[in-house]
């Protein structure tokens, strides 16, 4: 499974960006996407995930109510709308995939596969 993440960019504060992620390769059967991000000097952290079958979501608790996880099972394609963004939300966002039910979404190491990043910087 490769995994392409777009959509990064540079953005004042209360702006918009959607990234997208885009899977490929083997018949595509994860079973939960999600989002983490890393800023510098800092552990990677997670951000959201989505049950790829049933569609149920999971945020942390810095991005509820601002960022929405989607995703297209025709296009095998996973979603990060983030609205009303802040300086705090600069990072690098990496989408990744885990291919068991079992485990937490919640968790990094949970997941397999792994997008290569895409730098995201929101201006105060």
């Known amino acids: 499974v490769q995994l392409q993440a777009s959509g990064g960019g540079l953005v004042q504060a209360g702006g918009s960006l959607r990234l997208s992620c885009a899977a490929s390769?083997?018949?595509?059967?994860?079973?939960?996407m999600g989002w983490f991000r890393q800023a510098p000097g800092k552990e990677r952290e997670f951000v959201a995930a989505?049950?790829?079958?049933?569609?149920?979501?999971y945020y942390a608790d810095s991005v509820k109510g601002r960022f929405t996880i989607s995703r297209d099972n025709a296009k095998n394609t996973m979603y990060l709308q983030m609205n009303s963004l802040k300086p705090e939300d600069t990072a690098v966002y990496y989408c990744?995939?885990?291919?068991?039910?079992?485990?937490?979404?919640?968790?990094?190491?949970?997941?397999?596969?792994w997008g290569q990043g895409t730098l995201v910087t929101v201006s105060s």
């Open positions: 990744a995939a885990k291919g068991s039910p079992l485990g937490s979404d919640y968790d990094h190491y949970e997941y397999g596969y």
């Open positions: 390769g083997r018949t595509f059967g994860s079973a939960a």
């Open positions: 989505i049950r790829w079958s049933v569609g149920s979501t």
